[in-house]
Protein backbone atom coordinates (compact mmCIF):
# COMPACT_ATOMS: atom_id res chain seq x y z
CA UNK A 1 0.00 0.00 0.00
CA UNK A 2 1.28 3.45 -1.28
CA UNK A 3 2.65 5.74 2.01
CA UNK A 4 2.14 9.63 2.21
CA UNK A 5 2.47 12.67 3.95
CA UNK A 6 0.10 15.15 2.92
CA UNK A 7 -1.18 16.66 6.60
CA UNK A 8 0.62 20.16 7.43
CA UNK A 9 2.38 20.01 10.46
CA UNK A 10 0.94 23.13 11.79
CA UNK A 11 -2.06 22.03 11.38
CA UNK A 12 -1.73 18.84 13.30
CA UNK A 13 0.03 20.29 16.14
CA UNK A 14 -3.19 22.84 16.43
CA UNK A 15 -5.00 20.25 17.01
CA UNK A 16 -2.92 18.59 19.75
CA UNK A 17 -2.63 21.85 22.02
CA UNK A 18 -7.17 21.80 21.75
CA UNK A 19 -6.79 17.98 22.68
CA UNK A 20 -4.01 18.33 25.43
CA UNK A 21 -6.57 21.19 26.91
CA UNK A 22 -7.69 20.18 30.63
CA UNK A 23 -10.79 17.94 29.47
CA UNK A 24 -13.39 17.98 32.17
CA UNK A 25 -17.47 16.50 32.27
CA UNK A 26 -20.30 18.79 31.41
CA UNK A 27 -21.99 18.24 34.49
CA UNK A 28 -24.85 20.79 33.31
CA UNK A 29 -25.40 18.56 30.10
CA UNK A 30 -29.25 17.41 30.18
CA UNK A 31 -30.58 15.64 27.04
CA UNK A 32 -34.52 15.21 27.86
CA UNK A 33 -36.00 11.91 26.31
CA UNK A 34 -40.07 12.74 25.34
CA UNK A 35 -40.57 8.93 25.20
CA UNK A 36 -37.79 6.61 27.42
CA UNK A 37 -37.61 2.96 26.84
CA UNK A 38 -38.43 2.16 30.01
CA UNK A 39 -39.65 3.47 33.05
CA UNK A 40 -36.91 5.28 35.20
CA UNK A 41 -34.14 3.09 36.64
CA UNK A 42 -36.33 -0.20 35.34
CA UNK A 43 -34.10 -0.43 31.91
CA UNK A 44 -31.50 -3.26 31.55
CA UNK A 45 -28.12 -2.95 33.04
CA UNK A 46 -25.63 -0.90 31.17
CA UNK A 47 -21.64 -1.79 32.59
CA UNK A 48 -19.34 0.81 31.49
CA UNK A 49 -15.53 -0.48 31.98
CA UNK A 50 -13.06 1.40 34.54
CA UNK A 51 -11.02 -1.32 34.84
CA UNK A 52 -8.26 -0.70 32.41
CA UNK A 53 -7.00 2.78 33.33
CA UNK A 54 -10.26 4.13 30.88
CA UNK A 55 -9.81 7.71 29.49
CA UNK A 56 -13.79 7.94 29.78
CA UNK A 57 -15.48 6.29 33.04
CA UNK A 58 -18.70 6.80 34.22
CA UNK A 59 -17.38 9.27 37.67
CA UNK A 60 -15.93 11.60 34.90
CA UNK A 61 -15.54 12.47 31.24
CA UNK A 62 -18.46 9.83 30.54
CA UNK A 63 -20.82 11.12 33.28
CA UNK A 64 -22.77 12.77 30.51
CA UNK A 65 -22.82 9.60 28.46
CA UNK A 66 -24.56 7.88 31.70
CA UNK A 67 -26.80 10.78 32.42
CA UNK A 68 -28.34 10.10 28.59
CA UNK A 69 -29.05 6.44 29.28
CA UNK A 70 -30.45 6.87 32.37
CA UNK A 71 -32.75 9.41 31.05
CA UNK A 72 -33.88 6.25 28.74
CA UNK A 73 -34.64 4.35 31.48
CA UNK A 74 -31.19 2.36 31.80
CA UNK A 75 -29.81 1.35 34.63
CA UNK A 76 -25.85 2.50 34.88
CA UNK A 77 -22.83 0.45 36.90
CA UNK A 78 -19.56 0.85 36.65
CA UNK A 79 -16.91 -1.93 36.57
CA UNK A 80 -13.51 -1.93 37.94
CA UNK A 81 -12.99 -5.85 38.07
CA UNK A 82 -11.12 -8.25 36.00
CA UNK A 83 -13.34 -8.49 33.19
CA UNK A 84 -14.72 -12.25 34.23
CA UNK A 85 -17.75 -14.35 32.95
CA UNK A 86 -19.27 -13.61 35.78
CA UNK A 87 -18.66 -9.97 35.73
CA UNK A 88 -20.26 -9.97 32.23
CA UNK A 89 -23.52 -12.24 33.79
CA UNK A 90 -24.61 -9.21 35.53
CA UNK A 91 -24.96 -6.68 32.58
CA UNK A 92 -27.32 -6.97 29.24
CA UNK A 93 -24.95 -4.51 27.64
CA UNK A 94 -21.11 -3.83 28.75
CA UNK A 95 -19.47 -0.68 27.20
CA UNK A 96 -15.98 0.03 26.72
CA UNK A 97 -14.43 3.40 26.33
CA UNK A 98 -10.32 4.12 25.62
CA UNK A 99 -8.84 1.55 27.46
CA UNK A 100 -5.02 1.59 28.31
CA UNK A 101 -2.59 -0.65 29.04
CA UNK A 102 -0.73 0.55 32.38
CA UNK A 103 2.56 0.86 30.56
CA UNK A 104 0.83 3.71 28.75
CA UNK A 105 -0.81 5.41 31.54
CA UNK A 106 0.75 9.24 30.93
CA UNK A 107 2.66 7.84 27.96
CA UNK A 108 1.34 7.81 25.18
CA UNK A 109 3.94 6.59 22.95
CA UNK A 110 4.50 3.12 21.03
CA UNK A 111 4.59 0.42 21.93
CA UNK A 112 1.04 0.54 23.22
CA UNK A 113 0.29 -3.38 24.33
CA UNK A 114 -3.38 -4.38 24.62
CA UNK A 115 -5.23 -3.22 27.75
CA UNK A 116 -7.06 -6.58 28.15
CA UNK A 117 -5.48 -10.30 29.11
CA UNK A 118 -5.83 -13.49 26.76
CA UNK A 119 -8.30 -14.67 29.43
CA UNK A 120 -10.62 -11.33 29.42
CA UNK A 121 -10.47 -11.05 25.28
CA UNK A 122 -11.63 -15.15 25.70
CA UNK A 123 -14.41 -13.79 28.23
CA UNK A 124 -15.41 -10.89 26.25
CA UNK A 125 -15.65 -12.98 22.97
CA UNK A 126 -17.41 -15.72 23.88
CA UNK A 127 -19.98 -13.50 26.21
CA UNK A 128 -20.71 -12.03 23.10
CA UNK A 129 -20.85 -14.97 20.78
CA UNK A 130 -23.43 -16.34 23.04
CA UNK A 131 -25.86 -13.63 23.27
CA UNK A 132 -23.96 -10.87 24.98
CA UNK A 133 -23.85 -7.16 23.86
CA UNK A 134 -20.61 -4.79 23.45
CA UNK A 135 -20.01 -1.33 22.66
CA UNK A 136 -16.71 -1.02 21.75
CA UNK A 137 -15.02 2.98 21.61
CA UNK A 138 -11.26 2.92 21.00
CA UNK A 139 -10.17 6.28 20.01
CA UNK A 140 -6.95 7.73 18.64
CA UNK A 141 -3.49 6.15 19.33
CA UNK A 142 -2.50 5.07 21.87
CA UNK A 143 -6.09 3.59 22.67
CA UNK A 144 -6.87 2.05 19.29
CA UNK A 145 -3.46 0.07 19.89
CA UNK A 146 -5.00 -1.04 23.62
CA UNK A 147 -7.82 -2.35 22.01
CA UNK A 148 -7.02 -4.26 18.96
CA UNK A 149 -6.78 -7.68 20.22
CA UNK A 150 -10.22 -7.62 21.40
CA UNK A 151 -11.72 -6.35 18.63
CA UNK A 152 -9.38 -8.23 15.68
CA UNK A 153 -11.00 -11.30 18.19
CA UNK A 154 -14.23 -10.03 16.30
CA UNK A 155 -12.69 -9.40 13.27
CA UNK A 156 -12.38 -5.95 13.24
CA UNK A 157 -8.84 -4.39 12.79
CA UNK A 158 -7.53 -1.10 14.46
CA UNK A 159 -5.08 1.44 12.46
CA UNK A 160 -3.44 2.29 15.60
CA UNK A 161 -3.56 5.97 14.31
CA UNK A 162 -5.25 9.36 14.31
CA UNK A 163 -8.04 9.72 11.35
CA UNK A 164 -7.44 13.70 10.13
CA UNK A 165 -10.05 15.20 8.04
CA UNK A 166 -8.43 16.31 4.73
CA UNK A 167 -10.88 19.11 4.54
CA UNK A 168 -9.07 20.75 7.21
CA UNK A 169 -12.41 21.68 8.85
CA UNK A 170 -12.69 22.75 12.60
CA UNK A 171 -15.49 19.57 12.99
CA UNK A 172 -15.25 16.64 11.92
CA UNK A 173 -18.82 15.73 9.91
CA UNK A 174 -20.53 12.62 8.68
CA UNK A 175 -23.35 13.07 5.90
CA UNK A 176 -25.68 10.69 4.55
CA UNK A 177 -25.33 12.55 1.37
CA UNK A 178 -22.13 11.41 0.78
CA UNK A 179 -22.40 7.74 2.32
CA UNK A 180 -20.00 8.93 4.86
CA UNK A 181 -23.42 8.48 7.23
CA UNK A 182 -24.68 5.21 6.73
CA UNK A 183 -28.37 5.01 6.10
CA UNK A 184 -29.35 1.94 8.20
CA UNK A 185 -31.53 0.95 11.69
CA UNK A 186 -28.62 2.59 13.62
CA UNK A 187 -28.73 5.88 12.20
CA UNK A 188 -32.72 6.32 11.35
CA UNK A 189 -33.30 9.77 12.59
CA UNK A 190 -29.91 11.00 12.34
CA UNK A 191 -28.81 13.20 9.62
CA UNK A 192 -25.38 14.72 10.51
CA UNK A 193 -22.61 13.18 12.75
CA UNK A 194 -19.96 15.02 14.49
CA UNK A 195 -16.69 13.48 15.63
CA UNK A 196 -13.70 15.10 16.96
CA UNK A 197 -10.71 13.45 15.77
CA UNK A 198 -10.36 9.41 16.33
CA UNK A 199 -9.04 6.27 15.01
CA UNK A 200 -10.06 4.17 11.93
CA UNK A 201 -10.69 0.32 11.48
CA UNK A 202 -11.32 -2.48 8.95
CA UNK A 203 -14.70 -4.06 9.20
CA UNK A 204 -15.24 -7.69 8.79
CA UNK A 205 -17.47 -9.10 6.26
CA UNK A 206 -21.26 -9.03 7.35
CA UNK A 207 -20.63 -5.77 9.56
CA UNK A 208 -22.89 -2.95 8.48
CA UNK A 209 -20.80 0.44 8.85
CA UNK A 210 -22.14 3.32 10.53
CA UNK A 211 -19.36 5.90 9.82
CA UNK A 212 -17.10 5.58 6.62
CA UNK A 213 -13.88 7.64 6.29
CA UNK A 214 -13.84 9.77 3.13
CA UNK A 215 -11.54 12.21 2.20
CA UNK A 216 -9.28 11.25 5.46
CA UNK A 217 -5.53 10.65 6.03
CA UNK A 218 -4.24 8.00 8.69
CA UNK A 219 -1.23 9.27 10.42
CA UNK A 220 1.08 7.05 12.62
CA UNK A 221 3.21 8.59 15.32
CA UNK A 222 5.31 7.20 17.19
CA UNK A 223 4.09 9.69 20.19
CA UNK A 224 0.47 10.68 20.50
CA UNK A 225 0.47 14.15 18.96
CA UNK A 226 3.63 14.35 17.72
CA UNK A 227 3.85 14.42 13.63
CA UNK A 228 6.82 14.79 11.57
CA UNK A 229 7.62 14.90 8.50
CA UNK A 230 8.51 11.42 7.96
CA UNK A 231 4.96 10.50 10.21
CA UNK A 232 3.87 7.43 7.77
CA UNK A 233 0.26 8.07 6.83
CA UNK A 234 -2.10 5.92 4.68
CA UNK A 235 -5.09 7.28 2.74
CA UNK A 236 -8.71 6.53 4.38
CA UNK A 237 -10.45 5.16 1.77
CA UNK A 238 -11.91 1.82 2.90
CA UNK A 239 -11.39 2.41 6.56
CA UNK A 240 -14.31 3.20 8.81
CA UNK A 241 -14.92 4.89 12.45
CA UNK A 242 -18.22 3.08 13.15
CA UNK A 243 -19.65 -0.11 12.39
CA UNK A 244 -21.83 -2.66 14.06
CA UNK A 245 -22.06 -7.00 13.59
CA UNK A 246 -24.70 -9.31 14.83
CA UNK A 247 -21.54 -12.35 16.22
CA UNK A 248 -23.25 -15.39 17.13
CA UNK A 249 -26.47 -14.70 19.23
CA UNK A 250 -24.98 -11.49 20.19
CA UNK A 251 -23.96 -8.27 18.99
CA UNK A 252 -21.08 -5.86 18.97
CA UNK A 253 -20.41 -2.02 17.91
CA UNK A 254 -17.19 -0.86 17.18
CA UNK A 255 -16.80 2.89 17.72
CA UNK A 256 -13.59 4.67 16.50
CA UNK A 257 -14.40 8.31 18.61
CA UNK A 258 -14.68 8.73 22.17
CA UNK A 259 -15.81 11.95 22.70
CA UNK A 260 -18.36 11.79 20.29
CA UNK A 261 -20.50 10.17 23.04
CA UNK A 262 -18.96 13.01 25.88
CA UNK A 263 -20.20 16.15 27.37
CA UNK A 264 -16.58 17.77 28.03
CA UNK A 265 -15.77 21.63 28.58
CA UNK A 266 -12.14 22.03 27.05
CA UNK A 267 -9.07 24.38 27.47
CA UNK A 268 -8.84 27.71 28.86
CA UNK A 269 -12.33 28.91 27.53
CA UNK A 270 -14.29 25.24 28.26
CA UNK A 271 -15.13 25.30 24.93
CA UNK A 272 -17.77 22.56 24.38
CA UNK A 273 -16.79 18.82 22.81
CA UNK A 274 -19.13 16.11 22.48
CA UNK A 275 -23.19 16.03 22.86
CA UNK A 276 -22.92 19.63 24.15
CA UNK A 277 -21.63 20.84 21.15
CA UNK A 278 -24.41 22.35 18.88
CA UNK A 279 -23.47 20.66 15.89
CA UNK A 280 -23.70 17.40 17.51
CA UNK A 281 -26.96 17.17 18.56
CA UNK A 282 -27.82 14.61 16.76
CA UNK A 283 -24.98 12.48 18.32
CA UNK A 284 -27.44 11.87 21.46
CA UNK A 285 -29.95 10.07 18.51
CA UNK A 286 -27.24 7.93 17.17
CA UNK A 287 -26.01 6.97 20.99
CA UNK A 288 -29.66 5.93 21.75
CA UNK A 289 -30.31 4.48 18.55
CA UNK A 290 -27.09 2.13 19.20
CA UNK A 291 -27.95 1.47 22.26
CA UNK A 292 -31.38 0.12 21.59
CA UNK A 293 -29.96 -1.82 18.80
CA UNK A 294 -27.55 -3.72 21.75
CA UNK A 295 -30.87 -4.04 23.60
CA UNK A 296 -32.56 -6.81 21.51
Known amino acids: MKIKNTLPLIVLLALGRVVFGQQAPDTAYNFAIAQPRYPLGKGSAVTVDAAHNNF ?30 EVLR ?15 TGSWQLPTPSAFSAAEITAIHDWVKNGGSLLLIADHMPFAGAAQALAQSFGFKFLNCFAMDNRRRSLERF ?21 FTGSAFKIPKGAQPILALKNYTLSLPVVAWQFE ?57 LLINIIHWLDQ
Do not use: W
Open 229 to 285: ENTPTLPGEGFHQGAYLVYGKGRIVVMGEAAMFSAQLAGPNRNPVGLNRPEAKANNQ
Open 175 to 195: YRDNQSLADSEITRGVDTVVT
Open 56 to 85: HTLDNRYAPFGKVLANDGYRLVSNNKTITP
Open 90 to 104: ECRIYVISNPLDSSN
